[in-house]
């Protein structure tokens, strides 16, 4: 038998007949590594434990500490549901069912829908087959004879026709269920200690709703009956705190079937806060020395020929608008507009940087199955900013967006993040724009600068755009979880497409370089993150009613609505209750609206210009002088608190 020399991650080789499978090699290092390795990478590239190797390779055993393993066990979970299902309702055909974030779905076809009595009892199901101990055994099937194998299964026979080579991988678990899948997974059901099914939701195959709807079970796995138990209660919470939920609650927004879907409709309330964020933007752009430009909302197709998104960025966008003149396309970016204003003139290297910022409205093609409140939807407003400059300048441009960044998000009181620097693959594949010499410098100034300033990163090789590397700063909210929120991403595509130039010191013409850089994001999105974070209870300087002043009797109606003049001309936005309802109803609906302040005034109250104060979340906190309580809330205003 021949002999085959894996690579272990610490240097050591060992020879070992071909056909040794990467479950024996664990074995051999401990009964312990093999216990807990949940999957294996070979070359490079995640393998079966079970899978013979048959040539020269670097492994290494991954185990639940290894990010990439919970993906498979995900995958794996997601297995064992179809068999599940196919075991106690046959007559089933599997659709895909991959990892998710924080869990996996599967898809079934089946005419009736499943209830959630069903979900129970394919849970149990599960639970029965994952005692069984049974293997997930990878086959190989050629593609006529998969065809024929598969021919009531009209899904399975799709993708095999669309994705499969000559021969295609599958895996089997127990006698009813076959899959036409590429894997990896774990060797057997034992290794599944903890998973909750959750729901069951209609998706369409492939995602395009002019397919046949199915039914999606979605469920969530963890190596640990904890972690399950931590996550279902974070769903629990993110329930109450969804933002589609609260904001026709509180008023905020709204999606009109008439204009239709992904289009949003800031409400009076919504669209006070909107004009905040606004604001602050606005203002922080300036004090940092970008200029702010407005640009329009559509542009004839041939700028988006230019810039290449008629081509590399089509699926995107909205259909071209037919003029007498020309094409025009309704702007799904705001870059080649910045680039427009930069190429209007003659730029010499005193001129840069030059900082071009927007708050730019653009449109974008999303299938309507994916809208999601103001998280996905089909227009919305970037805060977005182009940067051209030389490359001695561009590690202090980047500094300068990456304090921006972690600035702004400290702004609206987050104090945790994360962020990722994504790389090229040094331009093995050759799928990236640009040259060795403007990855290294970009890489290096982002790398240089997120050490600058003390930015923990994780890097993430071969994760770039094609047109230049970035930074990405997730946020972390009030109920850990992570939000994608700021990037800054450098472009070597766009600058030559539109011939950007600027006049160096050496006389000569050079090629600037750009970098795009938004921090809200979209500023729906970030909404939408804040009304989530915040439970719907914003900081008083965005709350859109910051007090509400709430007379005991009628007979205090006048003495209310002059408490309520002081405060709107101390620029407070105070509102009166002053229905003839009981005090303890007003506190209530005050409360459930989250207006941080309540002023209750009575007789004794209106005698001495005084309130009776209450803050949503400390409750009573006294009588006292309205001139007094102005005082305290105009500092809160003054100084942002994000708290109270
Ligand atoms: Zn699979
Ligand atoms: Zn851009």
Redesign the pocket.
Known sequence: MSQIEITLPDGSKQSLPSGTRPIDIAQSISPRLAEAAVVARVNGELYDLTRPLESDAALQILTPKDPESLDVYR?ST??LLAAAVLELYPETKLG???PIENGFYYDFDRAVPFTPEDLEKIEKKMWEIQSRHLPYERVYTPKDMGLKKYADAWMKCELITERAGDVFSE?TLGPHFI?F???P?IPDTSKIKAFKLLSVAGAYWKGNERNKQLQRIYGTAFFTQREVEEYLKQIEEAKKRDHRKLGKELDLFSIQELAGPGLIFFHPKGGIIRKLLEDWMRDQYIARGYSLVYTPHVARLDLWKTSGHANFYAENMFKPIELDDAEYQLKPMNCPFHILIYADKQRSYRDLPVRLGELGTVYRYERSGVLNGLFRVRGFTQDDAHIFCTPEQIENEIVGCLQFAVDTLAAFGFDKYEAELSTWDGGASGKYAGSPEQWKLAENALMRATERLGLKVKLMPDEAAFYGPKIDVKLVDAIRRPWQLSTVQFDFNLPPRFGLEYIAEDGKTHQPLMVHRALYGSIERFFGILVEHYAGAFPVWLAPVQAIVLPITDRQNEYAHSVQKQLDAAGIRATVDGRSEKVNLKIREAQLQKIPYMLVVGGREAETDQVAVRNRKHGDQGAKPLAAFITEIRGLIDSKAVSE
């Open positions: 995958h997601a297995h895909i069912g991959p895996y899959d899948c590429r894997g997974h």
